[in-house]
């Protein structure tokens, strides 16, 4: 099996383009680095469903997310967050008991809570993309190189406590700072792809392509 460099970070796939290590080279996991991971979003119902999954990814590995991604789809209404903001306590229950989601009661509230205050941000803002965006952070404060040592200080930034902070604030949960980072990370709010890894080129390409909402 191959092994991850220690100083870049990086993992050389069968097809032998250097990627990121953390899909450990596991076929779904690797087209989710390829395809979704840091690629911006500016749709609501995916930014909302990013954001609640990776309230429940928290103390688990994003793998069993990723691996149960549909059956969240399934249980909370493809994340529309219209209808998830209606979902009753029968709805409570039959998501507790739903196998093919991580059946946490705090975070099935969560998850109905969060979606109702996303409709107030909608209110608010004119879509969840556009209060979310505003919180990019400014190139200046980004780091220069991108290597394994660097990324692991990136658990929580200053951007990610500012907006963890204002979602609290808004009434939100299961938002803590390293959830709201790794919810960046995962909309393109940030590219972490590593330096040298195949898909940071083309991330930074799409980002520089796409118009930020307002």
Same mark, same amino acid.
């Given at each position: 099996?191959?092994?991850?460099?220690?100083?870049?970070?990086?993992?050389?796939?069968? /097809?032998? !383009? /250097?990627? #990121?290590?953390?899909?450990?080279?596991?076929?779904? *996991? +690797?087209?989710?680095? /390829?395809?979704?991971?840091?690629?911006?979003?500016?749709?609501?119902?995916?930014? %909302?469903?990013?954001? #609640?999954?990776?309230? %429940? +990814?928290?103390?688990?590995?994003?793998?069993? $997310?990723?691996?149960?991604?549909?059956?969240?789809?399934?249980? %909370?209404?493809?994340?529309?967050?219209?209808?998830?903001?209606?979902?009753?306590?029968?709805?409570?229950?039959?998501?507790?008991?739903? &196998?093919?989601?991580?059946?946490?009661?705090?975070? $099935?509230?969560?998850?109905?809570?969060? =979606?109702?205050? =996303? $409709?107030?941000?909608?209110?608010? %803002?004119?879509?969840?993309? &556009? *209060?979310?965006?505003? !919180?990019?952070?400014?190139?200046?404060?980004?780091?220069?190189?991108? /290597?394994?040592?660097?990324?692991?200080?990136?658990?929580?930034?200053?951007?990610?406590?500012?907006?963890?902070?204002?979602?609290?604030?808004?009434?939100?949960?299961?938002?803590?700072?390293?959830?709201? *980072?790794? !919810?960046? +990370?995962?909309?393109?709010?940030?590219?972490?792809?590593?330096?040298?890894? #195949? #898909?940071?080129?083309?991330?930074?390409?799409?980002?520089?392509?796409?118009?930020?909402?307002?």
């Amino acid at each position: 099996m191959a092994e991850r460099d220690e100083i870049t970070g990086l993992l050389t796939g069968e /097809d032998g !383009f /250097d990627r #990121c290590w953390w899909h450990g080279n596991l076929e779904d *996991y +690797q087209r989710y680095h /390829d395809q979704e991971w840091g690629q911006p979003v500016d749709n609501d119902i995916r930014l %909302f469903e990013k954001i #609640c999954l990776e309230g %429940f +990814q928290s103390g688990l590995s994003w793998l069993t $997310i990723l691996r149960k991604r549909e059956g969240f789809r399934n249980a %909370f209404a493809g994340f529309d967050f219209e209808k998830v903001a209606r979902f009753t306590d029968e709805d409570v229950e039959r998501c507790v008991a739903d &196998a093919a989601i991580v059946r946490h009661r705090g975070k $099935i509230r969560s998850t109905i809570n969060n =979606a109702q205050r =996303a $409709i107030e941000l909608r209110e608010e %803002f004119g879509t969840l993309a &556009a *209060y979310f965006w505003r !919180f990019e952070p400014r190139p200046e404060n980004r780091p220069q190189k991108l /290597d394994l040592a660097v990324a692991r200080t990136l658990g929580s930034t200053p951007e990610s406590t500012a907006l963890s902070k204002d979602l609290k604030k808004r009434g939100w949960s299961f938002v803590g700072p390293t959830t709201v *980072y790794a !919810f960046m +990370q995962s909309m393109g709010m940030v590219n972490d792809h590593l330096d040298g890894c #195949c #898909c940071r080129a083309q991330v930074e390409a799409a980002r520089a392509a796409f118009k930020r909402p307002v």
